[in-house]
């Protein structure tokens, strides 16, 4: 094998984690992965273990004077639908009756799951896989979206008749950054591409 091959090949496997277009990268720390690039929506999400406790009412104020989340935003309701039903759970549907109230419940599928936690983290790290986050929905309302692995199953689940005081110890706040117009690719998505123009390189030099 060439070495341009060789060198493709590494850059495509080491670079980066992709997932069904979701992308990890790192935020603060090299290897922190708690970035989720979005191809589609050109979204930067970052990882619920971070706000994880927070109310939407707290994020406010924290958006809003710590420097380290400069340019961080809660995601619109629209987004984490978007996320939630055309990205990481597709083909399920969900049954207002399973739960009493307001609560909706729906199922997806074990690799689902495991792979929203992968991505945006583990919110309750005493069981398997559970990743819940909130996002404001406006006149003081917010959005709770869950989902649990149990067993082979993944349970959805999504409440949005709660206020901005609402927190809960295993939820994080939904925030993104950029929107669809102006996001730049992410590195990692740079340094896959890289790897495959060295191997097309390769390729083109021995023909």
Known sequence: MKKSRIFGLLFCLLSTKVFAGLVEHDWLNSGDSLITYDNASGLEWLDLTVTRGWSVGQTIDILANNSLYSGWRMAEQSEVKNLFEHVLF??????????????????????????????????????????????????????????????????????????????????????????????????????????????????????
């Open 90 to 207: 597709t083909d399920f549907t969900f049954d207002q009756a399973s739960f009493p109230g307001n609560v909706i419940y729906g199922t997806g599928t074990r690799e689902q799951g495991l792979l929203m936690t992968s991505l945006f983290g583990n919110t309750a790290p005493q069981y398997e896989a559970v990743s819940y986050g909130i996002a404001s929905i406006g006149d003081n309302l917010v959005e709770f979206h869950g989902s649990f692995v149990s067993g082979t199953d993944n349970r959805l689940y999504h409440n949005d008749t709660l206020d901005n005081n609402f927190s809960y110890s295993q939820a994080g706040v939904f925030l993104v950054r950029g929107d669809s117009a102006s996001v730049p690719e992410s590195a990692p998505v740079t340094l896959f591409a890289l790897g495959l123009a060295a191997m097309l390189y390769g390729r083109r030099r021995r023909s």
